[in-house]
């Protein structure tokens, strides 16, 4: 079991955050690693050429355990996912968008899972949905089986994402520019035949999504599918009744957008929640929203 009256020795935990113009949220997502019940983490923070001035907030950090690359260049969070991998120090790694939210407690539990898991294992857990303003609107659920193939290609909410570092080393992001959008899918429909894959099924992280669609970025995830599918399915009929369905799925997204309808599309994607599910959301929340960054 992972032991927290030890974490100042072992084993020290890399949250990796690639970054690129996340605008307001990015001090949340910062603030929600200090907010963590362990302490025995570092920050790594890579920018992807930001211009919106967040770069200064990362160097303007004062605290050790905080690193901040940038190199002012565009590479895709697939490069800087990869690039974090190799600058981390950390036995275990765990992944996070910029304009997402840790729950306090995610560093602590996705460890002590890890610890007592074979080295191949990836862990994931059910995610919290909220809007814009930080409002908590309702839950992903995690997975509940190992799935393989195309298949595989949702198996886990990308911000929740817990893995060794090994695992990462031998399991890099593809750096084809196609998965900028996609990367998590073509990670997952490679690894999981060789790879085992866990679920928290309470919620650990908080996950940006209603009130922010971005239909060039759906459009893109839609084309990376596509690619995916023509290059792991080898049924023909398959695979174009796939190809169809994913077609389908992008007109229909750029209809709803028109129609200023676009979070329809995410709402069908959660779940409502209990009130003591919500209420225990909230608190965390509360918790970050009051948590301090030491900057300089």
Known sequence: MYDIQQEQRHPLLSVVIPYYNPGPYFALAIKSVFA???????????????????????????????RQVSDGV?????????????????EYIF????????????????AEALCDAPRNTVVGTACISIDA????IGMRRAQLRKEIGYRARHSFH???????????????YSEEPIYRRAQDAELWCRTSPHSEFRWIQRPLQFYREMGVFSLPNYLAT???????????????IRSSLLIARERAKMEIARVLFNLKMSDTLVRNRIDRMSLDERSEAERALKRVFNTEIPLG
């Open 36 to 66: 963590q019940t362990v302490s025995n983490w570092e920050l790594i923070l890579i920018d992807d050429g930001s211009t919106d001035g967040s770069q200064a907030i990362a160097a303007g950090i004062r605290d050790e355990r905080v």
């Open 74 to 90: 565009n590479l895709g969070v697939n490069y800087r996912h990869n690039q974090g991998t190799r600058l981390a120090n950390g």
């Open 95 to 110: 992944l996070m968008d910029a304009d997402d939210i840790m729950h306090p407690e995610r560093l602590e539990k996705q």
């Open 133 to 136: 303003n930080s409002q908590v």
């Open 158 to 172: 990308q911000p929740s994402v817990a893995a060794s570092r090994s695992w990462f080393l031998a399991n890099p």
């Open 222 to 236: 839609g084309r990376a599918l596509i690619h995916l599918f023509k290059q792991i399915e080898n049924n023909p």
